[in-house]
Each structure stands twice: as C-alpha cells, then as structure tokens.
C-alpha cells in the first residue's frame, strides 16, 4: 500500500509540474515578446523642442530596428510635470515611456507639491543625449570672450542683462552659475522659451543669451548672431574653434540632457531591453551622423550609470536653485 501511495503521490506531482511548465512558458514568452503592440513615448514639452527632437530621432530609428511603432505623445506644460505625472501613474506594462529632460534633475528643487516623486516613482533606463549651452550675443556686442564679458558686465551700470528661455530652465541656471561662480553682475530677464530670446538677441533688444547649443547652431553659423563659449568639455564637432566656459571658470560645465525612464515597477527584463535598443540605435551612422550636426554628444551606457548621472545632476541643479533662492511654487 506504501508503494502504491508514493506512486500516486508521484504521478500527482508530475502532473501538476506538467501543467505548470506551460503557464511559465507562457509569461516568459509573452514578457520575451515585449513589445507586441505600439509603444507611447510621452515628451513632457512642446513640439520642436530639444527633447522633441531627440525623441522623434531615436525612437523612430528603435521602431525600424524592432519593427515595432513608438508614438510620441507631447505633453507639455508645468516645466515637464505633466507628462511626467501621466507617466509615474502609468500601467508599468512598457508601453508607456518618459522620455524627458534637465527638468527632470531640476524640478524637484522647483515644486514640492507634486503628486509623485522622481526618486521613486520611476526607473531611470538610458542616457540619450547631452547638448551644452552656447553663450551667444547679439552680433554688434565687441565681447570676444567670457573674460570680455565678465569685464563688460562689471563695468556696466547695475551689470548686464541676460536672457533666459524661462525660470528654472538650465539656461537660467547657466546664468546662475555665471554669476556666482564668476562673481559676475547679471540681471535675469526671462522669456517665454528660447525661440522668442533667439530672436531678441538677433534683433538686438537684449544681448546676452545661454542658447541651446543644437538650437543656436545654425544661427551662429550664418553670422546672426555671435558665439562666446558653450558649457560642456572640449570643443563641439559644428564649431571646433569655440572655447568652453571652463578654461575661464574652472569647473563651469552645465548639458541639456535628454534620457529615458519608465514607472517605477516596470519589469527589469523590459528596462534592460529597451536599454540594449537604445544603445543599438545611437551605434547607426545616420543616427551618429545626425546627432553631430545638431552638437548632441552621447555614449553608450547602462541603466545603472544613467541612475548615477541622474543622482549627481539632481544634487548639482539643486544646490544652484538652492544658492540663487529660485522658487516656482507647486
């Protein structure tokens, strides 16, 4: 009887191991499969933006490679706090992405009232892009340098004004850094984005102006308008003869980046995933190609390094928010 019992209990066991394996098969092979259906890209900013741009260029390249569509969903509004709310309060499913900005380092300094909260309601995934600022001025200022332009703004009547593309946005914060950093008398005059500061610095109402270097680029190509230094390191590929900040001001660095994150709970199977298609795409010369005509530097990278970058950028813009006491409210 003892063995017919552990016979029965044998079969019992295999049966049940049976049925079990296709169910797992099933998970893994639907999870294997992501995506299989059209994938949101929500940009928390306007179209024809910086990170517009950048997501249009990758994830149009990610959805050839896949064959899979990604839409890009704008959202913009409240500094990037909407989109980026729809997508904290997202199914964490894959197929609802961020694909955001500096903003996302800054804002949480700005606002402390949101409904979620950048730490933990989203998992950082890749590093896109990195594009530095490029102080230009209007074409008729004599400033050849930064060293030039820290001596015209101490010489002026109550400093030099500069514009910005708005409060809180990196180009604020550049002429932030600028005027503790260099003990530089500046006078903040906030525009409503950067298209309409461009064009006061090309018309002259005001003169100075830290641009988005892949949006100013052509402009500084044709003469319009006069570039000084850019914020990053080295020299750009577009303009190889323009200094960087800081050979001046040691230390002076500030990019516009663009990554993406997804909610917080999504699947590490999917994050890695859409990490290594990522990382696929920005090795495509026509993406390369692309990326250096609009001065967008970017490198291969692991979500946890993109994890890294975010904590120091978060730490960096929100000592400068901090120093310069810049309140939003929310």
Not at 172 to 183: D, R
Not at 195 to 209: C, E, R, S
Request: proline letters at 7%; one cysteine or more; a positive charge.
């Amino acid at each position: 009887m003892r063995r017919i019992e552990l016979n029965r209990r044998a079969i019992v066991k295999g049966a049940a191991a049976a049925l079990a394996a296709p169910m797992l098969g099933t998970g893994a092979f639907a999870q294997a499969a992501w995506p299989n259906r059209p994938v949101r890209v929500i940009v928390p900013y306007p179209p024809a933006g910086g990170a517009d741009t950048t997501a249009r260029l990758l994830f149009t390249k990610l959805g050839e490679l896949w064959g899979q569509q990604f839409i890009i969903d704008n959202r913009g509004g409240a500094g990037g706090t909407i989109g980026e709310t729809a997508v904290a309060k997202a199914d964490p499913d894959g197929y609802t992405i961020l694909h955001d900005a500096t903003a996302f380092s800054v804002n949480p300094a700005l606002y402390n009232n949101l409904s979620f909260s950048y730490a933990r309601d989203f998992q950082p995934v890749f590093l896109a892009s990195l594009v530095p600022n490029i102080l230009v001025v209007n074409k008729n200022v004599p400033d050849k340098t930064l060293a030039d332009v820290i001596e015209a703004a101490k010489k002026a009547p109550g400093g030099l004004d500069f514009a910005s593309s708005g409060n809180g946005t990196l180009q604020h914060l550049c002429l932030e850094m600028l005027k503790h950093m260099g003990k530089v008398p500046i006078n903040h005059v906030p525009y409503r984005g950067g298209g309409p500061a461009l064009n006061d610095i090309v018309g002259g109402q005001i003169k100075y102006y830290f641009s988005n270097g892949s949006a100013s680029v052509g402009l500084i190509s044709a003469g319009t308008v006069k570039a000084i230094v850019h914020t990053g390191k080295g020299r750009l590929g577009t303009l190889p003869d323009l200094p960087a900040a800081q050979d001046t001001i040691p230390g002076f660095e500030g990019y516009e980046w663009n990554g993406v994150f997804v909610p917080a709970k999504t699947s590490p199977d999917i994050i890695r995933k859409l990490n290594a298609g990522l990382n696929e795409v920005l090795r495509q010369p026509d993406i390369q190609a692309r990326l250096k005509t609009l001065n967008i530097d970017h490198r291969q990278n692991t979500p946890e390094e993109f994890r890294t970058f975010v904590a120091a950028e978060t730490e960096k813009w929100g000592k400068v928010v901090r120093d310069a006491n810049i309140k939003l409210g929310g």
